[in-house]
């Protein structure tokens, strides 16, 4: 985790109770402190350094995707072809596709049923313009992703100052809109999954 992650606007009050947590699996390496005594240690870290690649991923086995966000994912995530096939699949069998942040990246070139960009005519929020004008990071990422979600066809939604938490449900796609938003997408999700 890096730095900018643990301060303000990005540390949460979900991050804070998260990093707090003893049997939290990154809380050792964040804090930088002897691991903890937990039934759970190890078959946490076999989970996570075992992790399946995202090739060998099946929508079939699961019933919703989440794409977290992140300055990285504005690279990692547009045109990775494994992830928009499988978020593809997600899409063709009706399951829940949610996003946070810049997670909706990864949602620019999905296409929907109809053959048109999956965000286009649906209420979707990410990583605003002006957010990322806030982080002066503008002029690195490689698109503005509101902008971007706009010119895809999608009716951007976000909240009324920067920072605040926001998302959005159209469907069986949820999205939100920064850090703070990651609880309000998670609530969101639930709803979708129970079929609300």
């Not at 939290?24 to 930088?32: F, G, S, T, Y």
């Not at 049923?113 to 929020?125: M, N, R």
């Not at 990583?127 to 503005?144: G, H, M, N, R, W």
């Not at 706009?150 to 909240?159: I, T």
């Amino acid at each position: 985790m890096d730095d900018a992650s643990l301060n303000p606007p990005f540390l949460t009050k979900e991050v804070e109770d998260f990093l707090l947590d003893g049997e939290a699996l990154l809380l050792p390496h964040v804090l930088r402190g002897p691991r903890p005594v937990t039934a759970h240690w190890d078959e946490a870290v076999k989970g996570v350094m075992e992790s399946v690649p995202l090739s060998g991923v099946k929508a079939s086995d699961y019933d919703a995707v989440f794409l977290p966000g992140g300055h990285g994912t504005c690279w990692d995530f547009p045109d990775n072809a494994d992830l928009i096939s499988l978020v593809s699949e997600f899409v063709e069998a009706g399951k829940v596709v949610s996003a946070v942040c810049h997670g909706p990246m990864g949602l620019v070139n999905v296409k929907g049923k109809d053959g048109k960009p999956l965000v286009a005519g649906k209420k979707v929020t990410g990583f605003s313009d002006a957010e990322e004008y806030a982080v002066v990071k503008e002029k690195v990422v490689p698109f503005l992703l509101q902008s971007k979600l706009v010119e895809l066809g999608a009716e951007y939604k976000c909240a009324e100052q920067k920072w605040e938490p926001f998302a959005v449900r159209d469907g069986s796609l949820v999205t939100g809109q920064n850090p703070s938003s990651s609880a309000r997408v998670a609530e969101l999700v639930v709803e979708a999954l129970s079929g609300n």
